[in-house]
C-alpha cells in the first residue's frame, strides 16, 4: 500500500491548498493559485480528500502497533 500513498511532497502541498483556499474563501474569493497552480473548490476537495485518506493511513497504522513500547519501558 505504500506504494501508492502519497509522498511528504503531496500532503504538504495538500495542507498549503487547503490553508490557503480556507483563507481565500473567508476573504469572499473563489480561486486562488498555490504554487503557480489554480486551484478552486474542486482542487480544494480533492486535496481535503488526500488528507483524510493520510490520517485514516496513519491511524491504522498505529492500531496495527498497539504493544510498541516507548525508549523508558511504557
Keep these: ?13 495538500a495542507w498549503r491548498i487547503v490553508e490557503a483556499f480556507d483563507d ?4 469572499g ?7 503557480g497552480r489554480m486551484v478552486d473548490a474542486p482542487v480544494a ?3 481535503r480528500k488526500l488528507l483524510g485518506h493520510t490520517n485514516i493511513r496513519a491511524a491504522r497504522a498505529a492500531a ?11
Excluded at 500500500?1 to 502541498?13: G, K, L, T, V
Excluded at 474569493?29 to 504554487?35: F, L
Excluded at 496495527?64 to 511504557?74: A, F, K, M, S, T
Aim: proline fraction near 5%; glycine fraction near 6%; charge should be negative.
Design 1 to 13: 500500500n505504500r506504494a501508492f500513498a502519497p509522498d511528504d511532497e503531496a500532503i504538504a502541498q
Design 24 to 27: 481565500a474563501m473567508a476573504k
Design 29 to 35: 474569493r473563489g480561486a486562488i493559485a498555490v504554487d
Design 45 to 47: 476537495d480533492r486535496a
Design 64 to 74: 496495527d502497533r498497539p504493544n510498541e513500547r516507548n525508549d523508558d519501558g511504557r
